[in-house]
């Protein structure tokens, strides 16, 4: 590293120092992070192989990550500490939960669990909005060795079909209904019909029925969860191995169907402990608040897992950073519950910024609590870093991971040492992944060039294994392109300090809104239109929610229609084979696409012309006359940005 101050060279080389150990001898750096958890069984085996090769962390260990997270810090006299704040805006429902309340909660719904036949390995599907039930559902999966699958609310009943056909579960929680600002998505139906097209049915369905839309329950399935939890008896923690699965948790890939993560139980508990001093700073006794959701990756890890393993109170909060009253919802959350670190997508300060750009809302709000604010989820555009920074004077901290990670890969340390940050920038890879930027035929690329981002191996704890029942995708999709690494799909560089800059995905993954996506999957559902022939679905840029998808349609020969009906059907096919979640909204249709000779489209060149970028023409295009006519017809649906 060269270009700091004396002072800030101090801090790189406490980074380095601590960074150098855990890729220079990894397991003498992580058995000591591993004994600082309470293992039914200490692991002696810190990394070894499994029967597909691949790196296992801590496998003769035993332990089980709901007693971690509940029953240690009771025993350990953290019981009357607050564990969880449930704050619901959209109903005026507050709640809190000490450890101990907590923990017999937990212990009651997994009773519940047990009594339905749940028992060790067994999958449970969660599909519930933001609610503290949600947490208690999870934690209680967890209580019983019992593994969970949790869906985002936002999908629609195709997508929960697939993900319960996959995962096969022998339960599902769910929930009358979420509340999204002042609308009321009733979920039941939504659940009903998936079970319906699922080919897989679930034994039971427990069902949380919220006042404000009461579910119809299906007689000799469905169980009222308030009626279950008065009868129940608790349940005991069941150890597990290190290495069993603690969770599914579903995510886009380049293809239709979605890739369930496997995240085991030993790795994912000893990096979530670390990572919540090391990266986010936070003692025991301090409140966390991750604005997510529980159906996505930063939801399991800094909403259940990170704060409750850390003896740290964490927040469930039922609403939005805007509308929800205001634009100073954020602040009063902070400001209300003393909330040390808040991790939020940075499409939600963008949001704040639109509607209140002078923060008049910020005045009303003791934010001295605050110490840090950590952005992750898609990239964090450096206009939107420098307003949050100015506007709430804190540090703002980058930091770039994947629902496969579990945890940042990149990031600034502040536990460690807090770096000089630099906008546009995730900072410097996290302990135990050693991020390389790799050329097309593999070989390490020297500062300040562009690659794609691969971490070498072996990853360190908590990223995925496997894929869920389908071992030769995760060889294929992760570790066969670049042999001796993983390949994150993201693109980007690292420059002369080592500061690694994400540029983006190399593939056909978008990010709306923080929200993760496969165009993949739109392409699918739009050439399901009878009047389509063939179609691209691509993220362009969008100022608000970082990417848009759009669609370009090229029609079946000899039909003729209204464009605009064609575009309202399909987003409303979208809509209801995805989910509202998509915001699929807008549709061209194109004379022709451009391809390469072998038939291949050419997407990458599409949204370089979205998005103004100079680009090459390939000597594979076929068709080089389609590009301007396709420019013309993007610009003038205003759908070319810079
Ligand atoms: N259940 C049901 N529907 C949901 C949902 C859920 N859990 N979450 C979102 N939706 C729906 C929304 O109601 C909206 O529907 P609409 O098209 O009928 O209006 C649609 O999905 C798109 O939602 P979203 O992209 O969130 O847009 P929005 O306009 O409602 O809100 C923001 C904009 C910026 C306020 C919001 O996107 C936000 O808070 N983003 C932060 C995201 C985040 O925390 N990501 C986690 C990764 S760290
Ligand atoms: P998810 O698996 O939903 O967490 O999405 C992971 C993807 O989000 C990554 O592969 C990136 O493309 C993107 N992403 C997450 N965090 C960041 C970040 N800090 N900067 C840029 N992109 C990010």
């Not at 990223?463 to 993201?490: A, H, I, M, Q």
């Not at 995905?505 to 050439?527: C, F, K, Q, W, Y």
């Not at 909204?585 to 100079?614: E, M, N, Y």
Request: charged share 25%; hydrophobic share 40%; aromatic share 8%.
């Amino acid at each position: 590293m060269s270009g700091h101050n004396k002072t800030n060279e101090a801090a790189v080389m406490t980074y380095i120092a601590e960074y150098s150990k855990s890729i220079e001898t990894p397991e003498l750096f992580w058995a000591e992070k591993a004994a600082d958890l309470a293992w039914y069984r200490q692991p002696e085996m810190i990394l070894s192989k499994d029967s597909n090769g691949i790196d296992r962390w801590f496998a003769d260990g035993e332990l089980n990550t709901s007693y971690l997270a509940l029953d240690y810090h009771v025993e350990n006299g953290r019981g009357e500490q607050t564990a969880l704040i449930f704050d619901s805006p959209v109903t005026g429902h507050k709640q809190q939960y000490t450890y101990a309340e907590l923990r017999d909660e937990v212990a009651k719904f997994a009773g519940v669990l047990k009594e339905k036949g749940v028992g060790k390995g067994d999958r449970v599907v969660v599909y519930m909005p933001m609610v503290a039930e949600a947490v208690i559902t999870m934690l209680a999966i967890a209580r019983l060795g019992a593994i969970h699958s949790v869906v985002f609310g936002g999908f629609a009943p195709k997508e929960l079909a697939v993900r319960i056909e996959d995962a096969a579960p022998k339960v599902i929680v769910s929930c009358s209904c979420g509340i999204e600002i002042s609308k009321i998505i009733q979920y039941k139906p939504l659940l009903d019909e998936a079970i319906e097209r699922s080919r897989h049915k679930p034994d039971a369905c427990v069902i949380l029925q919220r006042p404000q839309a009461e579910a119809t329950m299906i007689e000799g399935r469905d169980t009222d969860w308030h009626q279950a939890m008065e009868l129940a008896e608790p349940a005991d923690c069941v150890p597990v191995k290190a290495t069993d699965p603690l969770y599914i948790l579903y995510t886009s890939g380049t293809t239709g169907k979605p890739k369930g993560v496997v995240r085991d139980n030993g790795g994912h508990a000893v990096a979530l402990k670390y990572s919540m001093k090391a990266i986010y700073n936070m003692e025991p006794g301090e409140v966390f608040w991750a604005a997510s959701d529980v159906g996505w990756v930063v939801g399991h890890s800094y909403i259940v897992y990170g704060p409750l393993l850390a003896g740290c109170t964490t927040v469930v909060y039922e609403g939005k950073p805007i509308k929800t009253p205001d634009a100073g919802a954020f602040w009063r959350v902070c400001a209300e519950y003393k909330v040390k670190a808040l991790f939020a997508a940075p499409t939600a300060f963008r949001a704040i910024k639109k509607e209140d750009p002078d923060s008049a809302c910020l005045a009303a709000y003791d934010l001295s609590a605050l110490e840090t604010v950590f952005m992750a989820g898609e990239r964090l555009d450096p206009p939107t870093y420098e307003w949050t920074t100015n506007t709430l004077g804190k540090p703002v901290v980058d930091h770039w991971w994947q629902t496969e990670t579990g945890w940042a890969i990149c990031g600034n340390l502040t536990g460690v040492e807090h770096l000089p940050p630099k906008a546009g920038s995730s900072t410097v890879p996290v302990p135990g992944f050693n991020v390389q930027i790799l050329d097309a035929e593999g070989n390490e690329l020297p500062r300040g060039e562009q690659g794609s981002i691969a971490i070498k191996l072996p990853l360190p704890p908590s990223c995925l294994p496997t894929v869920w029942g389908d071992f030769n995708r995760f060889k294929e999709g992760y570790l066969s392109e670049y042999p001796g690494y993983y390949s994150s799909g993201d693109g980007g560089y690292k420059d002369e300090d080592g500061y690694v800059f994400i540029m983006g995905r190399t593939d056909d993954v978008i990010n709306v809104a923080g929200h993760r996506l496969s165009t993949g999957e739109m392409e699918e559902v739009v050439a399901g239109h009878p009047a389509v022939a063939e179609c691209a679905v691509i993220g362009i840029n969008d100022s608000l929610k970082g990417q848009q998808p759009i669609g370009l349609v090229l029609l079946k020969n000899g039909i003729e229609l209204d464009e605009a009906e064609l575009e309202a059907e399909l987003i409303a096919m979208v809509r209801k084979q995805i989910g509202a979640v998509a915001c699929f909204k807008k549709a061209v249709v194109v004379q022709r696409l451009p391809k390469t000779r072998s038939g291949k489209i050419l997407r990458k060149l599409l949204r370089q012309i979205a998005d103004k970028q100079d680009y090459s023409i390939p000597s594979t295009i076929d068709d080089p006359a389609s590009l301007p006519e396709i420019e013309t017809i993007m610009a003038r649906r205003g759908l070319i940005t810079s």
